[in-house]
């Protein structure tokens, strides 16, 4: 039924559709990417490979993943999301699986530069389809359903692929995680459409316009430098890029030296990883629904968007600074409910995409995002690098713990003090 076709008056449902395929898209950007930490500890066996040197080809992601966001927002506003996705999976995912083909260093940190560039459009285009199918009220929620594909996967993956790791080898994750990705992508091309392009009815459309969907966005938009730099140079970006920042530190401890954590400082053995590395995970993935079901339910009993938005994620970071407890903690459990907790408090404070779409000027989503996410995923290139090189230096987590955690708060005071109103940017 075409868009503007209703043929009943009860609005159609479409854009929940299009939510799972953005939800099942950052599930496997997020298996791609961080598969690499699970083969981590194998891997540096059999390649000779030490912990500084590790901590920079985990970092070597994110080089080319944060030099690319600009860039790959402005393809993004130029080409529209359905062929921006498509391309982006299907070149992340041939990288993915070509990792399994490595033999040294060199190589493997070639594929992971490779990696961060195709995957660079992918959370700008989640936050373009939700401004672009979702009311207002309704956005947090749905970012928070998304973004749990971050942490979902790897919490019920981890038992298989640690599993797979004892029986196949390292090589057979990277195999794995490509082929899954290449079927998806004819998956979403299959899929995708925008809203008027779409099967839902006119009774839809209306609603979600009414909401504050951003249905028309302009499309095949040439970049304009001096906007970019207009938009630079505001606070509502700093203060989000720092508190995104300091939040994306405790997300990619997580997804790049927590396995290693486990089975160097805690002494644990494969079978006990997959099993207690499912347990933060999930919690994470409890923590993105929860701040995004909290926010927008602040949102519609009246509350301000500046404590609808702000509130989840500023608690979010300040919990995400109990993970420092663990260093002062003998029992496995105890250290497995610890981080946890600061887990799922990052997973509250993840909801910073929401944010994006609430303050990005008129027909620059792809740009705004590309920025947003450059400045968070700086975050994977300092902090991999940092904790080994201390884990080098000290032989132990105990000051990378406190350095997660210290980073955390930093970004909590940009959310209270830098930020300020949460309303759309208006560039002169």
């Not at 640690?162 to 994750?173: D, E, K, Y």
């Not at 099967?199 to 001096?226: H, K, M, T, Y």
């Not at 207690?276 to 909290?294: E, H, M, N, R, Y």
């Not at 609808?308 to 500023?314: C, F, N, T, V, Y």
Request: proline share 4%; with cysteine; glycine share 10%.
């Amino acid at each position: 039924m075409a868009a503007g076709q209703a043929g009943t008056t009860q609005p159609t449902r479409v854009r929940y559709t299009m939510l799972s395929l953005i939800a099942a898209g950052t599930l496997i950007n997020y298996l791609d990417r961080t598969i690499l930490g699970v083969a981590a500890p194998a891997l540096t066996k059999e390649l000779g490979i030490s912990a500084t040197v590790m901590g920079v080809i985990f970092s070597a992601f994110s080089w080319s993943y944060a030099a690319a966001q600009v860039p790959g927002g402005a393809f993004l506003d130029r080409f529209g999301t359905r062929l921006t996705y498509f391309l982006s999976v299907s070149f992340w995912s041939l990288f993915t699986l070509l990792q399994a083909f490595v033999g040294g260093v060199a190589g493997l940190i070639g594929l992971r530069l490779a990696l961060g560039v195709a995957e660079s459009p992918c959370f700008p285009a989640n936050s373009r389809v939700v401004a672009t199918w979702f009311p207002r009220d309704e956005r947090a929620f749905a970012t928070g359903v998304y973004t749990v594909g971050e942490y979902i996967g790897l919490a019920f993956l981890s038992p298989l692929l640690f599993a797979m790791l004892a029986v196949w080898g390292w090589r057979s994750l990277f195999v794995g995680a490509g082929v899954l990705g290449l079927l998806f992508a004819l998956v979403w091309w299959r899929g995708y459409r925008e809203p008027r392009e779409s099967r839902a009815n006119q009774a839809e459309l209306d609603e979600i316009v009414a909401g504050g969907a951003l249905l028309d966005q302009p499309a095949r938009q040439r970049f304009d430098w001096s906007a970019a730099g207009r938009l630079l140079r505001t606070r509502q970006m700093w203060g989000i890029c720092l508190g995104q920042f300091a939040g994306n530190s405790t997300l990619v401890f997580f997804l790049t030296w927590f396995p290693t954590y486990l089975a160097t400082e805690r002494q644990m053995d494969w079978l006990k990883i997959g099993f207690f590395a499912v347990a933060p995970f999930i919690a994470a993935s409890f923590g993105v629904l929860f701040g995004g079901w909290w926010s927008d339910r602040m949102l519609r009993q009246g509350k301000s968007p500046n404590v609808a938005r702000k509130l989840p994620i500023i608690l979010g970071l300040l919990l995400a600074s109990t993970i420092v407890a663990a260093n002062f903690v003998e029992s496995n459990a105890a250290v497995i409910a610890i981080l946890s907790l600061a887990f799922f408090a990052q997973g509250m404070a993840a909801l910073g995409w929401t944010l994006v779409s609430d303050l990005a000027p008129e027909g620059m989503l792809g740009v705004t995002g590309g920025v947003f996410n450059l400045a968070a995923n700086l975050a994977g290139i300092v902090t991999p690098i940092v904790v080994g090189a201390i884990v080098a230096a000290t032989g132990s987590f105990f000051y990378a713990l406190g350095f997660i955690g210290i980073v955390a708060l930093l970004g909590a005071l940009s959310y209270i003090f830098i930020l300020g109103d949460v309303r759309r940017i208006v560039l002169d």
